[in-house]
């Protein structure tokens, strides 16, 4: 009877966690189970992948003012006959 009550467990704690489903004991020892929503699922990972792409946009407007400036600079040397 009670490998049965084991086995009936293990296979609701399977199927809780196929439906993204997490259980917890209280503090009073009440279990208590919560489902997870969209956001704590999938939407963490879209934040991440919408903050890595602009940081690396902001990367490449940084390099590109950069490399704009120093030829600039370069240009206005070479018509002023700067020779160091």
Same mark, same amino acid.
């Given at each position: ?16 966690? !196929?439906?993204?489903?997490? &259980? ?10 919560? *489902? $997870?929503?969209?956001?704590?699922r999938v939407g963490r990972w879209i934040l991440t992948a919408i903050l890595i792409f602009f940081g690396?946009? !902001?990367?490449?407007?940084? &390099? ?10 370069? *240009? $206005? ?8």
């Amino acid at each position: 009877m009670e490998s049965t009550l084991q086995m009936l467990e293990a296979r609701n704690l399977i199927v809780a966690r !196929a439906a993204h489903v997490y &259980c917890s004991t209280d503090k009073h020892g009440n279990r208590v189970c919560k *489902k $997870e929503n969209f956001f704590h699922r999938v939407g963490r990972w879209i934040l991440t992948a919408i903050l890595i792409f602009f940081g690396l946009i !902001a990367l490449m407007i940084l &390099c590109c003012c950069i490399r704009r400036k120093r030829s600039k600079k370069n *240009k $206005e040397a070479q018509a002023v006959g700067y020779q160091g």
